[in-house]
């Protein structure tokens, strides 16, 4: 048994030395985890009071882009800076290279502070007596952006605090968009894609090594580094960045000595331009900084050059307006808004502005009465003068052709016969079908609807209605106003005209004559089967040309802005050759015509249709005898010493005219004063026709 106590005891000694460490151990554990704790919720306190503050980075041009996201047209800031969204996807590998090797080669490990680089700062600081590198990081730069302040040491420790924020609530990726976004390019460019259109002309997705390079260089020194004011020290920083480049392997030297004997840009270029006028139209109706169209670059681009070739052969240099819809889509893939957007009235948008559509309408017209079954193809209708109250509707050439079928009708555009389908229709009921197809056609002051002149033009209605109508047409029937932006959901179609009827409406088209210098079409057209129709207004101030095959529908209009007439510019003569144009640009893609519906009444002439087909208004067989001028119940308005000129249609060898049963000589009467007379004609047949007219004096 050991005779020592208990106060002699070693091990009981070293147990009491050693408590007091351990609860000291335990308690400064404690007390650094709750500086920590207070340190991290001060923190977190400061970063919701004081978030950083991105209302430069988020106050970005707008930018309208192509279905495919290729850059249309953008606008300057409020401020009037040229900055486009940049991420790190939308520049070359290269230029990240070359842009961290140059700024920051530890950017993707360290967290918004790089304490090497403080280190080596500090002590080239101390040992030199003068900052002979930087310690700032790029997400140091990217905070700078965001907030620029006045160069001091205050304003660093703020910047390496807000680096330490961005890279605390945001990604790397995220961090190095606002500085690509934000870096300053000299004048008004901000950002990188700025910067790449401004001095090269194209996206920053594949910038050369020469490139890459000065743009990594030209933010250090922004206004002394622009190639088009200072291209000697451009290029000087431009070399530093390729030697840095190279030291660190970004590059070879082959590649260094080949970007180096490239020449800098010795001017600024102007923003891209495209779709001028939709981009306006679409920039002044949406807040947000990019809005995506279902334009095709493309096919916009085939189309501006079109236009600007078609003005460049016409003495006066009208305007072009040309738009495209995909009618698989129901989509605008060309918007052609003028052809001199920078020319007298060139903002103007002509796609949108309502014109005269002339005789363009009248497929709709004659598609309502097909689908109405009071109407076919081969019907009969008869062209002479016939007065609609106080209005005798004319042809364009002031002569007639007497019966003629439907289909010839309306490839000849002959208006009389499309005016008598207008009254069988009802002029209020077609003004309303165009409206529930998506067009708003605007009337002359004091119309009601009510004027069967909606035939020839005088409700008035712009190109891009007009191609949502033709594609209505080219979709059997089902119309809807033509989409051209991605992000808002599309109208769903509505059926307002059977199949049947809008084929047969294709079928004549198809078939309608041929401008003059078009033998024919070439083959890939021919295959198409292009439905075509051309307009042309009073005083020949507008002249169209609306089209569609399978896939495509096409309208161009021709004329002046300001309304200024073009004599003798025909529709058929200035727009249509355009039309077929126009379509050899759009691809074919299995664009061929459609079959016939099941229903669709196929006929080799007006005998074998039913009798209530083949016959619209006052048509007769052809061969009988019938008078065409005066109108019957004509109320004909006569100056002094004014004859009434007599017209009649069929009847065999010469005609005898006779007024309230006394003959006449010739084929003018002379009325004795104002009355109701009966007029008759005979044939050497014995066939006879007569009407009863009203004579009044004109006031």
Not at 204 to 218: F, G, Y
Not at 252 to 280: E, G, I, N, T, Y
Not at 610 to 624: C, D, F, I, Q
Request: one cysteine or more.
């Amino acid at each position: 048994m050991s005779n020592c106590s208990a106060a002699d005891d070693p091990s009981v000694g070293v147990r009491r030395r050693h408590l007091p460490k351990r609860r000291l151990g335990r308690k400064a554990f404690t007390i650094l985890s709750l500086v920590a704790a207070s340190l991290a919720a001060g923190a977190l306190a400061l970063d919701r009071l004081f978030p950083p503050d991105l209302t430069r980075y988020n106050d970005r041009s707008t930018e309208i882009v192509d279905s495919a996201g290729r850059l249309l047209r953008a606008f300057t800031t409020a401020d009037g800076k040229w900055r486009l969204k940049t991420t790190i996807d939308d520049v070359d590998p290269t230029y990240l290279a070359l842009l961290k090797a140059y700024e920051d080669r530890r950017f993707d490990d360290h967290f918004g502070v790089d304490p090497l680089a403080v280190v080596r700062a500090a002590e080239q600081w101390i040992s030199r007596g003068r900052i002979v590198s930087g310690a700032s990081t790029l997400s140091m730069q990217a905070a700078r952006l965001l907030e620029p302040r006045p160069r001091s040491l205050t304003t660093k420790a703020l910047q390496s605090a807000r680096a330490l924020q961005l890279e605390w609530r945001y990604s790397k990726r995220e961090v190095l968009a606002i500085y690509l976004t934000l870096a300053p390019m000299g004048g008004n460019l901000e950002g990188v894609r700025a910067a790449s259109f401004a001095y090269f002309g194209k996206e920053p997705k594949h910038l050369s090594a020469a490139e890459a390079a000065l743009l990594v260089a030209i933010p250090q020194s922004p206004e002394r580094r622009r190639p088009d004011r200072s291209p000697a020290a451009a290029h000087a920083a431009r070399e530093r960045v390729l030697e840095r480049g190279l030291q660190h392997a970004v590059i070879d030297a082959s590649l260094r000595d080949l970007a180096s004997s490239r020449s800098v840009p010795s001017k600024r270029l102007a923003m891209p331009m495209h779709a001028p006028h939709l981009s306006a139209w679409l920039a002044g109706q949406s807040p947000r900084t990019a809005v995506p169209t279902t334009i095709r670059f493309e096919l916009q681009a085939a189309m501006l050059q079109l236009a600007r070739e078609e003005r460049g052969r016409m003495a006066d240099r009208p305007d072009i307006a040309v738009v495209a819809v995909d009618n698989r889509t129901g989509t605008v893939v060309a918007w052609q808004g003028g052809s001199d957007y920078f020319g007298r009235a060139g903002q103007v948008d002509l796609v949108r502005a309502r014109r005269s559509p002339g005789s363009a309408l009248k497929p709709l017209i004659y598609a309502m009465a097909f689908d109405d079954r009071t109407l076919h193809p081969e019907s009969l209708v008869e062209d002479v003068p016939v007065r609609f109250r106080d209005w005798l509707p004319r042809n364009f050439d002031r002569d007639h052709q007497g019966a003629v079928t439907v289909r010839r009708a309306l490839q000849q555009s002959l208006n009389v016969p499309a005016v008598l389908a207008l009254e069988k229709v009802g002029p209020q009921r077609f003004l309303s079908t165009l409206r529930t197809a998506g067009a708003s056609p605007g009337l002359p002051p004091g119309d009601t609807g009510a004027s069967l002149g909606i035939a020839l033009g005088s409700a008035t209605i712009s190109p891009l209605e007009m191609a949502g109508l033709y594609a209505g047409l080219a979709r059997g029937g089902e119309f809807a106003p033509p989409a051209v932006r991605r992000d808002r959901a599309r109208p769903e179609p509505i059926r307002l005209i059977g199949p049947s009827a809008a084929w047969y409406v294709a079928d004549v088209l198809a078939e309608a004559p041929l401008p003059d210098g078009f033998a024919s079409l070439p083959v890939a057209l021919r295959e198409r089967r292009i439905a075509y129709k051309t307009g042309t207004s009073a005083g020949f101030r507008d002249a169209w040309a609306a089209g569609y095959s399978a896939n495509w529908t096409v309208v161009v209009w021709v004329g002046h802005a300001d309304g200024t007439s073009r004599p003798g510019q025909l529709g058929r003569h200035a727009a249509l050759p355009i039309l077929f144009k126009a379509f050899s640009h759009l691809p074919a893609e299995d664009n061929v015509a459609k079959a016939p519906p099941a229903d669709a009444l196929r006929v080799a002439s007006w005998r074998e249709l039913p009798v209530r087909l083949r016959t619209l208004g006052p048509t007769t067989e052809p061969g009988a005898l019938r008078i065409a001028y005066p109108p019957a119940d004509a109320r004909i308005e006569l100056g002094d010493r004014e004859a009434v000129p007599l017209t009649a249609r069929g009847g065999q060898g010469s005609l005898r005219w006779l007024i309230d049963g006394r003959p006449i000589d010739g084929t003018k009467w002379m009325p004795a004063g104002p009355g109701v007379a009966r007029v008759a004609v005979v044939d050497e047949a014995g066939r006879s026709s007569a009407v009863t007219v009203r004579i009044v004096e004109r006031r």
